[in-house]
């Protein structure tokens, strides 16, 4: 199994909502990621988990809260989000340590904010 | 920061041909390269990665050259196909910071 398996594949929701990106990996990957990409540009790293423990924040705004309950799943927690957020939102994985090896990512969230 | 970048943002390329697309990028200390591909409503897919001692390495139908003088990357695509249409980013890693760091990506257009 070589997949990265993203839940929702399309979110809508409003700027008071509180939603969850789900990812999930069953590679036995000890690193994984979470991307952000806007239209027609590259993905940007927001997070990175080592063995369930926050290596990389890079300086997300707090109103995005990552969570790694165990090495096969990772959250995305989502409250008092702007427009502005709407994105394709990435979950990939590797093997530790990160950016090291190949990144498996998985197909996206796309979210849009109302 | 320091961040991978590329030349040419659209590139379009007959059937058969062969297709170059190139990254250059500035951080010195990036030891580790990747190419993806990305197409339409779906994440990004592994095409080949190299390690910074080397200088080149061959997959299937795809070769990627590394010139660490110059800093600069490239993925060459032989006997292009349509369904090599999509955007490819280069990306790389350093060992101070270890995670990809993406290119800004070159859509790469076959015209049958």
């Known amino acids: 199994d070589t997949e990265v398996t993203q839940t929702p594949k399309h979110l809508v929701m409003g700027m008071t909502n509180k939603k969850s990106l789900k990812c999930e990996q069953h590679?036995?990957?000890?690193?994984m990621y979470w991307y952000k990409q806007k239209a027609k540009k590259p993905p940007e790293l927001m997070f990175v988990?080592?063995?369930?423990?926050?290596?990389i924040n890079e300086s997300v705004p707090s109103r995005f809260s990552p969570e790694c309950p165990n090495s096969s799943l990772l959250n995305l927690h989502l409250h008092a989000l702007q427009p502005e957020d709407s994105a394709l939102y990435l979950c990939?994985?590797?093997?530790?340590?990160?950016?090291?090896?190949?990144?498996?990512f998985g197909q996206g969230t796309r979210l849009t904010v109302v | 920061g320091e961040s991978v970048g590329l030349h040419l943002p659209t590139l379009s390329v007959q059937e058969g041909d062969n297709s170059i697309i190139n990254c250059a990028y500035s951080n010195s200390a990036s030891d580790y390269f990747i190419w993806y591909k990305q197409e339409s409503g779906k994440g990004p897919q592994f095409i080949i990665d190299i390690r910074s001692n080397m200088d080149k390495r061959q997959g299937q139908r795809v070769t990627v050259l590394l010139n660490k003088t110059v800093k600069h990357l490239s993925l060459q695509i032989a006997a292009t196909q349509p369904g090599d249409s999509a955007v490819y980013f280069c990306?790389?890693?350093?060992?101070?910071?270890?995670?990809?760091?993406f290119g800004s990506g070159t859509r790469l257009q076959v015209q049958p």
């Open positions: 590679m036995g990957h000890r690193a």
């Open positions: 990939a994985s590797s093997q530790d340590p990160p950016g090291n090896t190949e990144a498996f």
């Open positions: 990306a790389d890693s350093d060992t101070g910071r270890r995670a990809l760091t």
């Open positions: 988990y080592s063995y369930e423990k926050l290596s």
